[in-house]
């Protein structure tokens, strides 16, 4: 299965994006893409392959972007359990998916639920 390139750039920009964070890192476990901060994932973004459709895993905490990203096309609760912890699964390639800068900001998001304090005080203060 090809990769779309829309969705190909859409990723590149998304894990851009989730790497300028502080403290951010690049992590390759289960032969998956992800980035972590203080050893903790704030976003799955899967494979660049074809094996997979290409997407973002992110946790949401806010009840009004969790339910938005959820009513993206494809976007489902996060397997492994993982959804029921507020992770959602939103497909980057297909009609009506979000725009690269939408899903960042879901990213940010992401990534405020599970980095330490004082690393989202460096973010604020940019």
Do not use: I, Q
């Not at 190909?8 to 998956?32: M, Q, S, T």
């Not at 900001?105 to 604020?124: F, G, H, M, N, Q």
């Amino acid at each position: 299965m090809a990769v779309a390139r829309t969705a190909l750039k859409k990723w590149e920009k998304v894990r851009e994006f989730a790497l300028g964070l502080p403290g951010a890192a690049e992590d390759f476990p289960w032969g998956e893409t992800v980035v972590k901060v203080n050893k903790k994932v704030f976003v799955f973004l899967g494979v660049t392959d074809g094996s997979y459709p290409l997407g973002v895993t992110v946790k949401l905490r806010d009840e009004t972007t969790h339910a938005h990203a959820l009513s993206s096309p494809g976007a489902e609760p996060a397997g492994y359990g993982l959804g029921k912890a507020g992770w959602v699964s939103v497909p980057l390639a297909g009609a009506g998916t979000p725009r690269a800068d939408l899903v960042c900001d879901w990213v940010e998001e992401s990534y405020r639920a599970v980095a330490p304090k004082r690393l989202t005080a460096e973010l604020d203060a940019r």
